[in-house]
């Protein structure tokens, strides 16, 4: 990736202190170490010291990201800084943000709100340059004393035996030996760790380049992520507006294969595209700059003995979408209330497989969307370029092909329906979209928000008159007033709602059983994984069932020619007619028929 740096951000400097590890004759044993300070190892330690853990990052550099690679934070990310306690000043400081525009040529194609509903406290997205987070997260760092943070301190090698991981570290004075009972390998996509482990990290590779300009500019576009396919500024090809704070605003073009990058990083020549977007008149200053490809990886395994991989060490995905960094926090919410309750001797070591199992349906999830929204951005062949196109003409005036649009389906948190962790549904009579693996929807209390009353422990949620009591389980009890709640939840009387402490939902009913709880929640800390058979709703995928059929209609014309594939196509409607009546043939003629205006 080449770069030039920002200007309205000047990264803060964390100089290398000596630990008295350092001075010990034999390695020091911690219960944790994370190595990187990225958004996942960062997030990951204060969860580890929420939960009164302590532990130890290695930080390789002497300051957050250079330059803001990151900017759009989700909704699941934020309720987790939330749960931290570190949101207000990342509310306070990024750009909040619910609707997205999607443009085609000059035309808008359609737009969409990502929180149409109200009773949530944190909002679909904030745009926030990923230096902010990082730093908003150092700064609390440094406040914590269960939090040791060594920067300018690299991990060099790592072996592991059953007892210990044991880490060669490098700091600007002489080397020294670490050990942990655990290593959480934060290290980014180069991950050494990973590489020193000679653990294969393996994927598709896009040849597709992307300008990022973040620009500073007045004017008067609003708070929206603003997608255009083809515009007439960047023919052929798609550009993404977006605010950020401080008055910068991102700027990502897409540029094609076959480029110079030296040529095109030129800061004139940037200048010039610019111009032909914004017009003559805006005036604008590049703030920071950078030309970029990516690919969509992943490692096949996540939990290596006592070395655990997050972020993006252990998978990566396209920018669109958000899915990197938020994935990567997801990744550590997932995993560290596992290991907490491991470290506490309260679960067995075999809960860290459900995070094996649960994280690796998610990445793929997220692979899926990265590589399908990377197909539609940059169709890889005529067809698919032809189908893309005729979607996008479709989308105006046709709700089906507007599902069909994919300018990046942005995070959202992943659904563990297929969890061993959760508890077979015992009624089946529930009124409400939310299911078993969902994270808990956010709805108002009568005191506050419900993901406020949650916290960092299992809770219990109830409705009714109850006398249920658990050292670790949160009682939280839902009353009469309660009606966002009641209604989003469908709670009648002695309903209830059992919480993981990563907030997401893994069993319900609608008796109070004191035996029926307990045993849930004792499933839910891997202790009954293997005896009950899981009776789930298999949802992988299905908000966006409509993009794997589209994959199948442009994959079916791989290898063909054109006047091949013409004549798929031909057959394709030909058969198509048996599935319709007269009357859809004549709709969707007109459909297809109509002109864009
Ligand atoms: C152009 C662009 C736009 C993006 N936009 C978004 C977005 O809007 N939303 C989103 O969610 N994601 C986005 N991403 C992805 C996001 O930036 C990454 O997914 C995120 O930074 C991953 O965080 P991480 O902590 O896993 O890894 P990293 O951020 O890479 O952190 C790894 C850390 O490990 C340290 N390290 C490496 N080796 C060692 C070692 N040997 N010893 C000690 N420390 C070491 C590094 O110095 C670094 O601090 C974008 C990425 C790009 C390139």
């Not at 050494?192 to 482990?197: A, G």
């Not at 008149?281 to 991989?309: G, P």
């Amino acid at each position: 990736m080449k770069w030039v740096k920002p200007k309205t951000y000047t990264n803060p400097i964390f100089h290398y202190q000596r630990s008295p590890d350092q001075d010990k004759s034999t390695p020091v044993r911690h219960q944790v170490v994370i190595v990187g300070g990225g958004p996942t190892g960062l997030v990951a330690a204060l969860d580890l010291a929420s939960r009164g853990i302590s532990c130890v990052i290695i930080m390789k550099e002497n300051t957050v990201v250079l330059g803001s690679r990151a900017i759009c934070f989700a909704k699941k990310t934020l309720e987790i800084i939330n749960r931290l306690g570190l949101v207000d000043k990342m509310l306070d400081k990024g750009i909040v943000w619910n609707v997205g525009k999607v443009f085609y040529n000059e035309d808008l194609s359609y737009e969409f709100n990502l929180l149409p509903e109200d009773g949530h406290k944190i909002p679909a997205f904030i745009n926030l340059q990923q230096y902010y987070f990082e730093e908003y997260l150092v700064d609390a760092i440094h406040e914590s004393p269960l939090i040791d943070l060594r920067w300018e301190q690299e991990l060099i090698d790592v072996e592991q035996d059953e007892e210990k991981v044991k880490i060669t570290i490098k700091t600007p004075e002489e080397n020294y030996l670490l050990e942990a009972e655990y290593l959480i390998a934060c290290d980014g996509v180069k991950s050494p760790t990973r590489t020193k482990l000679n653990i294969p990290y393996e994927g598709e590779k896009f040849e597709e380049n992307f300008l990022i300009a973040d620009i500073t500019m007045e004017n008067n576009f609003p708070t929206e992520r603003w997608f255009w396919f083809d515009p007439p500024f960047n023919k052929d090809y798609s550009a993404l507006l977006h605010k950020q704070p401080d008055g910068v605003w991102r700027i990502d073009l897409q540029l094609g294969q076959e480029i110079d990058k030296d040529e095109e990083i030129d800061q004139e020549r940037i200048k010039e595209r610019l111009r032909q977007m914004l017009g003559d008149d805006v005036k604008f200053e590049l703030e920071w700059t950078s030309i970029y490809q990516f690919r969509c990886m992943r490692m096949a395994k996540f939990v290596h003995n006592r070395i655990i991989f997050a972020g993006d060490s252990a998978h990566l995905v396209s920018p669109f979408g958000a899915r990197g960094a938020n994935g990567g926090v997801q990744d550590v919410d997932n995993l560290i209330w596992k290991l907490a309750y491991i470290l506490k001797k309260q679960a067995p070591r075999n809960l860290l497989n459900s995070y094996d199992e649960e994280r690796s349906d998610a990445t793929n999830e997220n692979i899926f969307h990265s590589t399908n929204a990377t197909d539609f951005i940059s169709p890889k062949s005529e067809i698919s370029l032809q189908f893309r196109n005729a979607a996008l003409d479709l989308a105006q005036h046709n709700s089906f092909a507007r599902t069909l649009i994919n300018s990046g389906r942005l995070s959202n948190p992943f659904r563990y329906v297929n969890s061993s962790l959760n508890s077979p549904e015992f009624d089946t009579e529930w009124e409400t979209e939310i299911q078993l693996g969902y994270t808990a929807k956010d709805a108002v209390l009568n005191d506050g928000f419900l993901i406020d009353s949650l916290g960092n422990d299992f809770s219990l949620l109830v409705y009714g008159q109850i006398s249920f009591q658990h050292d670790l389980i949160k009682v939280i009890t839902i009353s009469d007033l309660d009606t966002d709640i009641i209604q989003k939840y469908d709670f009648r009387d002695n309903s209830w709602y059992l919480i993981r402490p990563d907030h997401h939902i893994i069993a319900r009913g609608r008796t109070v059983d004191t035996k029926t709880i307990t045993s849930a929640f004792q499933r839910a800390l891997g202790e009954k994984q293997n005896q009950t058979i899981i009776e789930s709703i298999p949802d992988l995928f299905t908000k966006y069932k409509n993009d794997d059929k589209y994959k199948q209609l442009i994959d079916a014309h791989k290898g063909l020619n054109k006047s091949e594939s013409e004549l798929l196509n031909s057959k394709l409607l030909l058969l198509f007619l048996e599935k319709i009546s007269e009357v859809e043939l004549k709709d969707i003629l007109a459909t297809a028929k109509k002109v864009k205006e």
